[in-house]
């Protein structure tokens, strides 16, 4: 929607006016225009677009996913260096559907600028390892999953981690 500097400005300037409604006695006006700047502050460090694209992905639908990240034009210069990760692992799990030396791009991009959770890095490795296994690439392979394995400490992705395991095996 707005550029990233754009949000602290707008969100500095609405402070700003809070303030003069405080001054002015208007205390309820105040603490809503706080809260207003605190939405612009918010949308700087959680691009809204990506969150979009994240509650699409949860119901599973990819082309809706893809439009919402469609609308970050420049993302190098909209995002913050997390949110462009972000971005490139949700256009990883995009492209992982067709083009799989594209999506290993993006998952090391991905992986490169960081990812604030550890499930998500774990994802994005698991992911790796799966690419480098259709590609025959037995030892990153396993390498990638076995760095999944140990960033996954919930044990989200066991299953998906056994399977892979079993699978290369068979290579």
Known sequence: MFNKYIKLVIAGAIVVWSVFQFVDG???NGISLILLAGIFVFFYFKNEFILLAFLQLRKQN?????KWLTYIKNPSSALIKKQEGYYNFLQGIM???TNLT???KFF???LSLGLNMKHDEAM???QLGGIAMSKRRKREATTLINEAKKLDSQGVLNDQIKMMKQ?????
């Open 62 to 66: 990819f082309a809706g996913a893809s």
């Open 95 to 97: 492209v992982s559907q």
């Open 124 to 126: 994005a490795k698991l």
């Open 108 to 110: 090391k991009k991905a």
């Open 26 to 28: 208007n205390i309820m």
């Open 167 to 171: 699978q290369l095996k068979k290579i």
């Open 102 to 104: 594209q999506a290993e």
